[in-house]
């Protein structure tokens, strides 16, 4: 398998897919970020699409790093779908927001194994805009790759994400799950396997990131279970939640699947303009649970 063929395919698709998508871009509703004392991006080509600037929280523990949660629901609140693209949140959710802004200072991309199980991807973010503000930032090209997995029933042999080896890869595991993967690891030295012991949960993953990989900033791309495991445990700071004018998805697929409500602050709602008409995004500041 020729994977720098592969990569090298992969990124010249998302790229061109990204700077050719027209992005109709968001009008204000209410801003308060300023008022919370949020600190802000303030990039021009950003700010003209985003209709101002875009908030991002700091941790709120300083033995894990600050983490975001990104998703798009149905007008129905569904989230499940083949395609994120079919619930209707649109191309500047995609492109502005979920592989954009969201992501735009992470140090890594988290997910859950059910996400990526199947698929052939990298994430990033691919807008050419961004990626030079990202770099002018000083910061890698390619966020770290963070997979959540109990079981580590993943499929390292196949999927694009595992075989680049400029990427850095962790695997956040249990002693059960870091057994299963090793044999796939042990000739990829540039996958790491964080295991947190016999009964580990992902928020020990987090820790070991922050406190012996130097992530500071994680961006959480799902699945629900995960993302509800986080919100619970108290360490997710901010919700950025695109919502599509038509009801759809997967029946009964909200993004949040916890017993207890979530308490949140709204930041910034923001409308979609022109054939996004009817769009419309939040950021949500998350209380601790």
């Given amino acids: 398998m020729d994977w720098a063929a592969r990569f090298a395919a992969f990124v010249e698709q998302k790229t061109a897919a990204a700077e050719t998508a027209r992005l109709p871009g968001y009008v204000t509703l209410e801003s308060h970020g300023a008022q919370l004392g949020l600190p802000s991006l303030t990039d021009p080509w950003a700010s003209r699409l985003f209709d101002g600037p875009f908030f991002e929280s700091g941790a709120s523990h300083p033995a894990l790093p600050a983490v975001n949660t990104v998703f798009v629901q149905s007008a129905d609140g569904n989230t499940g779908a083949d395609n994120p693209m079919d619930l209707g949140g649109g191309l500047t959710d995609k492109h502005l927001i979920y592989e954009g802004l969201s992501s735009l200072h992470a140090d890594a991309i988290l997910t859950g194994a059910g996400t990526i199980r199947g698929a052939q991807m990298v994430m990033a973010i691919w807008r050419p805009e961004l990626v030079r503000l990202r770099t002018a930032l000083g910061l890698e090209?390619?966020?770290?790759?963070?997979?959540?997995?109990?079981?580590?029933?993943?499929?390292?042999?196949s999927a694009l994400l595992f075989n680049v080896p400029e990427l850095r890869v962790f695997i956040?595991?249990?002693?059960?799950?870091?057994?299963a993967v090793a044999p796939h690891t042990r000739q990829r030295p540039w996958i790491r396997v964080l295991s947190g012991g016999r009964h580990s949960d992902v928020i020990a993953g987090l820790r070991a990131l922050r406190a012996n990989h130097g992530i500071a900033r994680v961006s959480c791309i799902g699945g629900r279970t995960l993302t509800t495991q986080l919100i619970d445990?108290?360490?997710?700071?901010d919700l950025y939640l695109t919502t599509s004018p038509k009801p759809g998805g997967e029946p009964n697929t909200p993004f949040y699947t916890g017993a207890q409500?979530?308490?949140?602050?709204?930041?910034?709602?923001?409308?979609?303009?022109?054939?996004?008409?009817?769009?419309r995004f939040e950021h949500l500041r998350l209380a601790d649970h």
């Fill in 141 to 157: 090209r390619y966020p770290a790759q963070v997979v959540a997995t109990r079981s580590g029933n993943l499929d390292i042999e």
């Fill in 172 to 179: 956040l595991t249990d002693d059960a799950g870091a057994t």
């Fill in 233 to 237: 445990a108290g360490v997710v700071q």
């Fill in 261 to 279: 409500p979530l308490g949140t602050t709204l930041v910034v709602s923001k409308a979609g303009r022109d054939e996004e008409a009817g769009v």
